[in-house]
Nanobody, 121 residues
Framework: QVQLVESGGGLVQPGGSLSLSCAAS????????MGWYRQAPGKQRELVAI???????NYADSVKGRFTISRDNAQTMGYLQMSGLQPEDTAVYYC???????????????WGQGTQVTVSS
């Protein structure tokens, strides 16, 4: 059973920083990409940042220069370092990984349960 578990959300003041982590567990053959998405109340879920197995990254325009996505060497952990947080960054943040479990022929997308980030004074 593959699981993605996010951690690190919380309440932060405008201009502050937070780090999110995503732990992938289970019998995983390969992880092709890991990404962070967010969904604010009344809005659609949107891509925040993504990192592929070769290390290339891509960011939403709204977070460029403020957020940094990374993975550990074992590539089972993903991170999102967020700085310069603003109230509009308030959302539930989800981790998504495109990966292949040992019991599958193809890779599929797996989602974590989400972690709340609230930016407020």
């Amino acid at each position: 059973q593959v699981q993605l578990v996010e951690s690190g959300g919380g309440l932060v003041q405008p201009g502050g920083s937070l780090s999110l982590s995503c732990a992938a567990s289970g019998s995983i053959v390969s992880i092709n990409a890991m990404g962070w998405y967010r969904q604010a109340p009344g809005k659609q879920r949107e891509l925040v940042a993504i990192i592929i197995s070769g290390g290339s990254t891509n960011y939403a325009d709204s977070v460029k220069g403020r957020f940094t996505i990374s993975r550990d060497n074992a590539q089972t952990m993903g991170y999102l370092q967020m700085s310069g947080l603003q109230p509009e960054d308030t959302a539930v943040y989800y981790c998504k990984a495109n990966l292949r479990p040992h019991y599958a022929v193809w890779s599929s997308d797996y989602w974590g349960q989400g972690t709340q980030v609230t930016v407020s004074s």
